[in-house]
């Protein structure tokens, strides 16, 4: 049977999901950990991980013109949509390759190398929390919902081979390729957000995104004492878009507490209150991706 | 000049920064949120009319009685947007495809034709008639943001500035380098907390290899002993602005207003700021 996958995800970035996600790992059993954040990846900073595997990822391919066979025609920069042939002087180059191969196979010259490019690397750890996958991307690089993909199918595997029952997967900021890539084909999606008008825009657009995909959504509300009005205003644009609402989070120092720690909050902060409603969260979202 | 505000890690206060400086330099700067998965610049910064342009992509269209299911075209794309599936013929996946035209110009039987999706809009609005926004938006489900960003970096200006704000997006990706890309120099906006360190030394090494010139604003800072301070001075890392961490500026945040309602000294700081930045990037006054 293929685990069910629970992705947390929150549209505006900096709402507190990687806190939030470290804190579910350590209360859920048989579960494997996946960081699809794959171009600013936090999750490892809360796990203490110790790598086991490790891979590259070839992201796709990158053209580049053999100014020794280039005859400067100039097709290339005529095909390329993507603004990527740039003409200095006469000689012709490339910048910022979008990798579709369109010069490539019309080059007259044959004059276009296309090689793979390797634009960053995977991880399988054991971590304070259990198994986890986890990746770096090349900064700058392309590509980053293949690699959230990519993470998503390791993490799969690994929990098929151990026999777990979850995928728990900290997802990118934004609605574009990563989080498309982190969101289609889950069992259930939780949203992170704060009462600010960004975070409640933002949990708009996500929402959206999920109904898109068809996958159900379930709202949290962090920082929520910071604008109690706003908070119940969000909490009602998302049951009017189907979804559920989990018990809100207040405005805590421990979040930060904990990163400086380098710990969970339910382990640098064990038995307080907030750790206790974190665990109270886990188990109904979980009971609630069941249903 | 052209300014990127990044970040790497989301949520560091990258908007909030920007439309402050954008408000406070209303004579001489104008901001285009590049942020197109999430644009927020527009929640603070209201009014003005408004109007819009279509962002378009062309994905192929088959037509049947001409495919011969030959493959040539769905083994070409590198995005898995077309494939073959047995008896059905030749399927495209639109929401897969970039929009690089080579499919069309492989085929060898002609069966290809291409026609426009929407991939996101462009607004203009001028607020108060001297501060123009151009906020670039991603439509829910496509995958190209950066030819959204493309679009509203390229958008004509409405008012003649001699700076213009680029609110870039989150994350070290493709979409942050199309933004920061075109920008003469990027200023990085960090928490002082270790995910907003880790994910600011990414930042920089992805700027770094663009060869931009880059320095940093603290947000959330507690003075110049925090995390963010010590680290950027033993990197040799100039700061251009410590935001100070108090709940006030969380509150008004929380109620849309900026950084000029909350701290009344911040106005003529961002004047300096900005006057500072530019003749570091073109040494001389902004025109």
Redesign the interface.
């Known amino acids: 049977m293929s685990p069910r996958e629970i992705v947390v995800l929150s549209g505006k970035g900096g709402t507190g999901k990687t806190s939030v996600t470290a804190a579910f790992a350590t209360f859920a059993k048989k579960t494997v950990l996946a960081d699809c954040d794959v171009d600013a990846a936090n999750l490892h900073l809360l796990l203490t991980p110790c790598v086991t595997e490790t891979g590259t990822f070839t992201g796709g391919h990158e053209a580049s013109i053999r100014e020794s066979d280039c005859t400067s025609c100039g097709l290339c920069g005529k095909l390329c949509r993507f603004g990527s042939v740039l003409e200095i002087d006469g000689w012709f180059g490339i910048s910022n390759c979008e990798g579709c191969g369109v010069c490539v196979e019309f080059c007259p010259a044959k004059a276009i190398d296309w090689n793979p490019s390797i634009t960053g690397s995977w991880m399988v750890s054991d971590s304070i929390a259990g198994t986890m996958v986890h990746a770096r991307l090349r900064p700058g690089a392309e590509n980053s919902g293949k690699l959230a993909s990519l993470v998503r199918k390791l993490a799969r595997d690994q929990a098929q081979a151990q026999g777990a029952d979850v995928v728990l997967i900290d997802g990118p900021p934004g609605i574009g390729c990563p989080a498309i890539a982190s969101l289609t084909g889950a069992t259930a999606a939780l949203v992170v957000t704060e009462p600010t008008p960004s975070g409640m825009h933002d949990m708009e657009r996500i929402l959206d995104l999920a109904g898109h995909f068809s996958v159900p959504a379930r709202v949290l509300v962090n920082k929520w004492d910071l604008n109690p009005e706003l908070t119940a205003r969000i909490e009602a644009l998302a049951q009017a878009k189907g979804c559920s609402v989990a018990q809100r989070l207040p405005y805590a120092n421990e979040f930060t507490h904990s990163q400086m720690a380098a710990l969970p909050i339910p382990l640098r902060f064990p038995g307080s209150e907030l750790a206790r409603r974190l665990e109270e969260i886990w188990k109904e979202t979980l009971t609630w991706s069941m249903s | 000049m052209k300014i990127a505000v990044a ?6 206060g990258k ?1 909030t920064f920007s439309v402050a400086l954008a408000l406070a330099n209303r004579d001489r700067a104008r901001l285009v949120d590049c ?1 197109v ?2 644009p ?1 610049a527009h ?2 910064l209201r009014g003005g009319e408004s109007t819009t342009a279509s962002v378009w992509a062309s994905v192929p269209v088959v037509d049947a009685s001409r495919c011969d299911s030959c493959g040539r075209c769905a083994s ?1 794309c ?2 898995n947007a077309l494939a073959l599936a047995g008896s059905a013929g030749l399927m495209v996946f639109p929401e897969l495809c ?5 499919c069309i ?2 085929c060898p039987s002609k069966a290809l034709s291409e026609r426009k999706v929407l991939r996101g809009t462009v607004e203009t609005r001028v607020i108060d008639g001297t501060l123009e926004l151009v906020t670039g938006r ?1 439509e ?2 496509s ?1 190209s ?1 950066p030819t959204v960003i ?1 679009a509203a970096i390229e958008n004509p200006p409405a008012l003649q500035r001699g700076v213009t704000i680029f609110d870039a ?10 933004c920061v ?1 075109q920008a003469d120099h990027c200023v990085l906006v960090t ?1 002082p ?3 907003g360190l ?2 600011l030394e ?2 920089i ?2 700027i770094q ?2 060869t931009k010139p880059f320095s940093v604003v603290i947000n959330r800072s507690s003075g110049d002993d925090d ?1 963010a301070s010590r680290h950027c001075r033993r990197r040799g890392i100039p700061v251009l602005l410590r935001i100070p961490e108090r709940r006030e500026i ?2 008004c ?4 207003g900026s950084l000029l309602d909350a701290d009344s000294s911040m106005g003529e700081r961002l004047r300096t700021l900005l006057d500072d930045l530019h003749f570091q990037v073109s040494g001389g006054p902004i025109q």
């Open positions: 970040s790497g890690k989301g949520g560091t908007t942020d998965e999430e927020n929640l603070f070409f590198q995005y970039h929009d690089c035209g080579g110009l492989v991603l829910v489900g995958p943001a493309r997006p989150p994350g070290t990706a493709c979409s942050f380098a199309s890309h928490d907390t270790p995910f880790h994910d990414l930042a090494e992805a290899a663009m995390l969380a509150e945040y929380s109620n849309g």
